[in-house]
């Protein structure tokens, strides 16, 4: 039922979003310099790019970061329903309210990049920290109870999308400046 709701909702969302830029176009000559500006930046190849970039590098993070995200909500039921008990049913509703929280993390990664840090590796780098501190802390305290337990695996989740939204949204659209923002 929300899987439904929520594509018709982006649906008919969308067609909205698409009639209000049509709408506001721009007519055709006021688009010619535009058009003339990303054929110039189009001449950096794609490969240079990603050879002089960092991008590659940055592929690392990326791929560490899906791997904790997934790899820590597909844990969850396991981890409660062994170590505290519960069962699977209580365990399944604990995993679905987790998105809920997650949403935070990139509100969070928003807040502390467009207000402190001004940098999308740096924000990333503090979410990575702040996650890292959230499963320590798990780790060394392993009898702090199912809420700590499943608050500091929130925490870890919620970091990990603030991550996410940080490298796969913020750093490419860095590259607009050379018409690669799709591209990367």
Not at 78 to 87: A, R
């Amino acid at each position: 039922v929300f899987l439904l709701i929520t594509g018709l909702v982006s649906f008919f969302g969308l067609r909205w979003a698409k009639r209000r830029l049509e709408e506001t176009a721009l007519p055709p000559e006021a688009s010619e310099p535009a058009q003339q500006a990303e054929k110039a930046v189009k001449s950096v190849p794609f490969w240079k790019l990603l050879l002089t970039s960092g991008i590659l590098l940055m592929m690392f993070s990326i791929m560490f970061n899906g791997i904790l995200k997934e790899g820590v909500v597909m844990w969850i039921p396991t981890f409660i329903t062994e170590k505290y008990q519960l069962s699977p049913s209580i365990a399944l509703v604990i995993t679905t309210l987790l998105p809920i929280f997650n949403l935070s993390g990139i509100y969070v990664a928003s807040f502390l990049r467009s207000r402190y840090l001004h940098d999308e590796l740096q924000t990333s780098a503090v979410l990575f920290v702040v996650s890292t501190l959230a499963l320590g802390t798990l780790a060394l305290f392993p009898g702090c109870g199912p809420i700590v337990s499943m608050v500091l695996l929130a925490i870890t989740t919620a970091c990990m999308l603030g991550v996410n939204g940080m490298i796969l949204i913020f750093v490419p659209m860095c590259f607009s400046a050379v018409g690669r923002c799709a591209a990367i």
